[in-house]
């Protein structure tokens, strides 16, 4: 016997095993196949537009970029509260009534698929499927879809756009109150230190100085007139008489008046009249011209010639009132000239507190000037979200309606099926075959027994024995492709749709 004879006898004896097992998985996959609901698929397509407006001109404040707008908006979209507003519009389940909000959830982000292509130089795309069982669902779904979307674009980039120009507009309210009190700082410490700013610290050095000196010339002039005196009472003692002829000099009193009216033309050339310095000028020549006048009146009551001890007592009133008078302005000038030095000395700590006080106003101006600058590019970044001239998500291929389900492709799924039964009976046949160890060529009595038969003599059934099998294989090939069909449908019918009966298996074996 050939190995082609062979081989075929072992395929026909085991015919019935190959029979049975390629007719149940042909049967289940024609039946799968049949009653497979069908599903509807439809797609839109999305596109991130570029703003409106160049940003050089004018700038949203919106800097998200396109493929993080699109990640955004496709978690958005898929949240609890959307996903079951769209569920109640369309019922996507066929039996959604009895669905959990967790089974409904689960459905609708299963058949929808979201894909977003972004790349460098490339055009920023986002593309959603959704599968449903019929098209108008379909479409329904997607529809919402796509109003969700351009609701949640509008409303996000509108959203940022209005919390930044709150934002900018609080700190400028903020920077403007702090402003406001730095100046009043400024303003309360530099009228509290008026005489002490470092503005007019060369002013007050040089009148210090101009005051140092008045004060020196008026100690020589207290000096020169109580020699004065001296000497005129040390004559009076030894001669007993003072002699005063013809015309008298000039006093003191008169010639410090005419030095004084020579230093205020000279000082009205280089200060105003209202000048400090020059007010006690005009003060000192004041109070001379009161002394001289009073001198002139008294030597005009007095004779030409005077001896004795009136002309000695007239002559020494006058140089007591001079030195009385000189006293009088070295006092004020002392007194002048303390407050000058205690302002000079108060100048140093005076600028540093100043300056920091000057510094923190600079600081706050700069912060106030640069907020204010931002709030206008604010304001122009929210108008020009508010008017939809900024980046923003737009359709390039509406939802349509599909009109031919998508899946399940019956004839693939029905030749697959019939295909792995096939491939089935083939192994189980394969796998008996392996297991069988009995003889059953002669060369496998030579083999194992080392005998060379004369002959051999196959079983030979009788005709009632061959009736009898072939009916039994009958009613089981029969049994088999209306059982399983049966089955499968009642399982579909009367427990789970086999898709999400599919499904559940899946997710039992953890297959994906």
């Known amino acids: 016997m050939g190995p082609v004879r062979y081989y075929s006898s072992i395929f026909l004896r085991r015919f019935p095993y190959f029979l049975i097992v390629a007719t149940i998985v042909s049967a289940i996959s024609v039946t799968v196949a049949m009653t497979l609901p069908p599903t509807y698929s439809s797609t839109i397509r999305l596109i991130v537009e570029s703003p409106q407006i160049p940003g050089n001109l004018a700038a949203s404040t919106v800097t998200t970029s396109p493929f993080e707008q699109l990640q955004i908006v496709e978690q958005r979209l898929l949240t609890r509260p959307v996903l079951l507003d769209i569920s109640r519009k369309y019922k996507v389940l066929p039996n959604q009534d009895e669905a959990t909000p967790d089974e409904i959830l689960h459905e609708l982000r299963s058949n929808t698929r979201v894909r977003i292509s972004s790349g460098r130089n490339q055009a920023n795309l986002m593309s959603i499927t959704f599968d449903g069982r019929s098209g108008p669902i379909v479409a329904g779904v997607l529809n919402e879809y796509l109003t969700e979307i351009q609701k949640l674009d509008v409303e996000y980039r509108k959203e940022r ?36 700013l470092p503005a007019s610290l060369q002013f007050r050095m040089a009148r210090q100085g101009t005051l140092q000196a008045s004060l020196q010339q008026t100690d020589q002039q207290i000096f020169t007139l109580q020699k004065q005196r001296e000497k005129l009472l040390e004559i009076y003692s030894t001669t007993g008489q003072i002699t005063t002829v013809g015309q008298q000099p000039q006093t003191q009193a008169q010639q410090q008046l005419t030095q004084l009216r020579n230093q205020l033309d000279n000082q009205l050339g280089i200060y105003s009249e209202s000048s400090p310095q020059i007010k006690i000028l005009r003060a000192r020549i004041n109070r001379l011209e009161e002394v001289v006048a009073a001198e002139q009146s008294t030597s005009a009551a007095t004779t030409a010639t005077q001896t004795g001890n009136s002309s000695l007592d007239l002559q020494l009133a006058q140089l007591d009132s001079q030195i009385a008078a000189l006293e009088d302005q070295r006092t004020v000038t002392e007194e002048s000239l303390e407050k000058v030095t205690q302002s000079i000395e108060l100048t140093p700590a005076n600028s540093i507190t100043l300056a920091e006080l000057q510094r923190d106003q600079s600081n706050i101006q700069a912060q106030y000037n640069t907020a204010v600058s931002r709030l206008a590019s604010a304001s122009t970044g929210e108008r020009i979200e508010v008017t939809s001239q900024g980046q923003r998500i737009s359709v390039i291929e509406h939802p349509s309606v599909p009109s031919t389900p998508t899946k399940p492709n019956r004839l693939v799924i029905a030749g697959g099926g019939i295909g792995t039964g096939i491939a089935l009976g083939l192994a189980l046949i394969f796998l008996l075959e392996v297991l069988n160890r009995a003889p059953r060529r002669p060369e496998d009595l030579i083999k194992k027994l080392d005998v060379w038969p004369i002959a051999t003599i196959p079983y030979v059934r009788s005709r009632g024995e061959v009736m009898k099998q072939r009916l039994i294989w009958v009613v089981a090939i029969l049994v088999i492709m209306v059982g399983v069909p049966a089955g499968v449908w009642a399982v579909h019918t009367y427990y789970l749709p086999l898709d999400l009966f599919a499904e559940k298996v899946i997710d039992k074996l953890g297959v994906f």
């Open 161 to 196: 756009a209005s919390d930044t120009l709150a934002f900018f507009e609080q700190e400028v309210e903020r920077l403007g109150a702090e402003l406001d009190r730095a100046d009043a700082r400024v303003l309360e410490f530099q009228s509290e230190n008026a005489g002490a």
